[in-house]
């Protein structure tokens, strides 16, 4: 029996693949100017960031708990299973209140299979485990091979990247470590990482040329047969720098492919504009 895919907007993959993969979107919540808008559904990146450069301070908020209920009741009615990438529980409570519904929903219908994965990871590190559930289905592989692959990439996800401002991190405490960043000379460029889900920063870097060099020179010290991955860069509204790492990368590292997606209103509300972050599997 084939098994439902479920993925939330953080992991900003476009909303196109989830149409395109039969993939069920979660949106996140976004509060703008005193409006709430569904992540990917009824708000895109570039008005959030329109509005935090006139001085907005947009909110977000979790996947709304009925919609978990309605999709898992009806896939428990139907006899249906399936597995659901969640964004990292260290940053949003969305993968806390999945698993709440999930019991309660199990309850009622003891045979309900659902396995609901803690990615750990953010934007398209979360996006390359669904990709990686979406391949083993397409295989014709069973929920139970998908999980064990999908859990796999998430512990072995690799995130670095850099923000324009860490402001944004900071006042909606996602950032760990960040009083020592905060602020500082101009030109001078975070770079961060994720620590068992927590953003985390690295190193303070002078420049973009040399933050995008040192991006590349990190990953050849903690990724694992390059060559042979697919490497996921997202980019908050600049296309331009991303475009650039990925020729950087094709060039050094020659791997499968470079997927690049922009990241989300839901995400984009605490990086702010022009953040560039680049995914890969480490050795660890």
């Known amino acids: 029996m084939t098994y439902k895919i479920m993925a ?9 693949y989830y149409d395109d993969n039969e993939v069920i979107l979660f949106p996140l919540k976004v509060n703008l100017e005193n409006k709430e808008y569904e992540d990917l559904k009824t708000i895109n990146p570039s008005a959030v960031y329109e509005a935090i450069r006139r001085g907005e301070v947009p909110k977000t908020s979790q996947v709304s708990p009925s919609l978990f209920k309605d999709v898992f009741t009806e896939m428990a009615q139907n006899g249906e299973s399936g597995i659901y990438v969640a964004f990292s529980s260290q940053l949003s409570g969305t993968y ?35 990709q990686e559930c979406v391949k083993q289905r397409q295989l014709g592989n069973g929920l139970e091979e998908a999980v064990k692959q999908a859990r796999f990439v998430c512990e072995h996800m690799e995130h670095l990247f850099t923000v324009e401002d860490l402001e944004y991190l900071a006042k909606g405490g996602r950032v760990s470590k960040a009083s020592a960043f905060v602020g500082g000379l101009l030109q001078i460029k975070p770079l961060l990482h994720v620590e068992d889900g927590k953003l985390v920063p690295l190193e303070k870097i002078r420049g973009k040329k040399k933050l995008l060099r040192r991006m590349l020179d990190v990953m050849e010290e903690r990724g694992v047969s390059l060559d042979t991955q697919t490497i996921a860069i997202s980019h908050a509204d600049d296309l331009a720098t991303a475009t650039e790492l990925k020729e950087a990368i094709m060039e050094r590292f020659h791997p499968i492919d470079v997927y690049i997606s922009s990241i989300g209103a839901a995400v984009g509300s605490h990086t702010g504009a022009g953040t560039i972050a680049l995914f890969f599997q480490n050795s660890k």
């Open 96 to 130: 806390q209140t999945a698993q709440m519904i999930y019991e309660q929903v199990q309850e009622e219908y003891p045979e309900f299979q659902l396995s609901i994965i803690d990615s750990k990871c953010a934007s398209l590190g979360a996006g390359l485990a669904v």
């Open 8 to 16: 939330d907007s953080a992991c900003d993959l476009p909303l196109s």
